[in-house]
């Protein structure tokens, strides 16, 4: 693992403030809620700087010190880069809002927003240990779970 990687401290649940440690294998609460991914944010604030960002991969891997993985070597990815915000014209002028833009998610891998989250979550079950995965659909769309299916770097079920 190295050093600073992430500042993932612990999940906690927003409703009942029950803490859990942050290798438990689950995403519920006991009393139903799901968990939030929790951070030591005030010893992040000591050790980074936005300069950082400017040399790292165009990823969400770029903000790795935000992310529950603790280590590099256990990152699943299919290349989910960064998106543009496309300036929404025609609409803006309708809503008298010239400004407006819309983030182009559509150009993930998976053509999904979905996309990152599921990187996520896959990367930190591999680093738990788990070998197999079992994905319910929950509105994503069938690229996603095709894509992940082929990703060579950690052997899943789906
Ligand atoms: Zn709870």
Not at 34 to 55: C, F, G, M, V
Not at 109 to 118: D, L
Request: net charge positive.
């Amino acid at each position: 693992m190295i050093q600073n990687y992430s500042y993932f401290t612990h999940l906690e649940c927003p409703k009942c403030k029950e803490e859990y440690d942050g290798s438990t294998a689950t995403h519920l609460c006991v009393c139903g809620s799901p968990l939030l991914a929790r951070y030591d944010l005030l010893r992040l604030k000591e050790h980074w700087s936005i300069e950082q960002l400017k040399t790292r991969e165009p990823t969400l891997w770029r903000y790795h010190e935000v992310l529950p993985v603790l280590s590099p070597a256990n990152r699943v990815s299919l290349g989910e880069g960064m998106t543009p915000l496309v300036h929404m014209k025609t609409l803006g002028k309708t809503y008298e809002l010239p400004n407006l833009c819309m983030k182009d998610e559509g150009l993930l891998p998976t053509g999904s927003f979905k996309a990152r989250g599921a990187a996520v979550g896959v990367s930190k079950a591999k680093e738990l240990g788990f070998r197999r995965l079992r994905c319910r659909r929950m509105g994503m769309p069938e690229p996603l779970g095709r894509s992940i299916h082929l990703e060579p770097a950690f052997n899943h079920t789906l």
